[in-house]
Nanobody, 117 residues
């Protein structure tokens, strides 16, 4: 199983970016998909996660600005990030709770998001 993240980049404060996370491999089902982020010198934190039933949880700092969605047929989740702030800067890691022969957690390679002031 692989998780391929894309869509990071450099944007000015107030701008928008859209991240994608595509899962591939011998997948039976995808339970949760989402993103965590890590800023330099800080711990990894939850950004947003969506279950296969559509239940969504956001980190407190992104509520009202970020929107997570998923297309099950494409095994892909999306993170629309609006009103970006410099404190949103960090490496964004795609995460999935995926069942092949067993259920386990997988991480993508990370994509850099930089928000300039």
């Amino acid at each position: 199983v692989q998780l391929q993240a894309s869509g990071g980049g450099l944007v000015q404060a107030g701008g928008s970016l859209r991240l994608s996370c595509a899962a591939s491999g011998n997948i039976f089902s995808i339970n949760d998909m989402g993103w965590y982020r890590q800023a330099p010198g800080k711990q990894r934190e939850l950004v947003a996660i969506i279950t296969n039933g559509g239940v969504i949880k956001y980190g407190d700092s992104v509520k009202g600005r970020f929107t997570i969605s998923r297309e099950n047929a494409k095994k892909t989740a999306y993170l629309q990030m609006n009103s970006l702030k410099p404190e949103d800067t960090g490496v964004y890691y795609c995460h999935g709770a995926i069942t092949t022969y067993t259920r386990r957690e997988y991480w993508g390679q990370g994509t850099q998001v930089t928000v300039s002031s």
